[in-house]
Structure formats: C-alpha cells, structure tokens
C-alpha cells in the first residue's frame, strides 16, 4: 500500500514562510501525478499545486497561490515539497499530499486522487 507522509505545518505569522514535505514509500516515484490539497472546515478540499514526478506534463497552481508557493521535488528521496512565501491567513488550512499513477499531468483533481496523505495543520495569524 502506497504511503504518503506530510510533515512542516505549524503556525506562522502573515507574511511568514513554511516548507511542506510530503515522503512517498511503496510507490515508483517517477510514474505519479504529486500534489497538494487543502481544506478548511465546512469546505471542499482544494487543489494548490501539481506535478509529475517523472516530467510529464506542467506544473499546476491554484490561482490564489501563484507567484507565492512553489511546488518541487527529490526523486531520490521520493519526496515532494511545497515552499510556502509571504502567508496570508487565507492560507489556514490542513494541507494535504496527494498521488494518482499516470504518465503525465496537468493538474490533479480531487476525485482522482487514489492515495492521501494524513495531513499537517499550516495556520497563519494576522
């Protein structure tokens, strides 16, 4: 069973930094759409950012965190990330990692997700 382990959360302050990362086991890293999702209580969960671990495809990010969050990873540590910069309190939320098998990827929709991670808590106070 494929394993996906968030961790980096915490609370910042607005304008503050985080890094999320998110270390995928039984898995063959290269042949997966990564993301990320978050959700807020009472709110669906929404797509932040994608990619695929092999190449394929482009890198996909929510319009509410372009030019702030960047998506990347470490294939040989079958790890993902997400840099977090200049936080804003819209940005509370349980981020979420996310892996579907596929050859390439555009963006990661919700209901096509096949495997989550547990979550880690990012809360950012005004």
């Known amino acids: 069973q494929v394993q996906l382990v968030e961790s980096g959360g915490g609370s910042v302050e607005a304008g503050g930094s985080l890094r999320l990362s998110c270390e995928a086991s039984?898995?063959?890293?290269?042949?997966?759409?990564m993301g990320w999702f978050r959700q807020t209580p009472g709110e669906e969960r929404e797509g932040v950012a994608a990619?695929?671990?092999?190449?394929?495809?482009?890198?996909y990010y929510a319009d509410s965190v372009k030019g702030r969050f960047t998506i990347s990873q470490d294939n040989a540590k079958s790890t993902l990330y997400l840099e977090m910069n200049r936080l804003k309190p819209e940005d509370t939320a349980m981020y979420y990692c996310?892996?579907?098998?596929?050859?390439?990827?555009?963006?990661?929709?919700?209901?096509?997700?096949?495997?989550w991670g547990q979550g880690t808590q990012v809360t950012v106070s005004s």
């Open positions: 039984r898995i063959i890293y290269k042949d997966y759409c």
């Open positions: 996310a892996a579907l098998r596929t050859p390439v990827c555009y963006r990661l929709w919700v209901d096509s997700v096949k495997y």
């Open positions: 990619m695929h671990s092999g190449g394929g495809g482009t890198t």
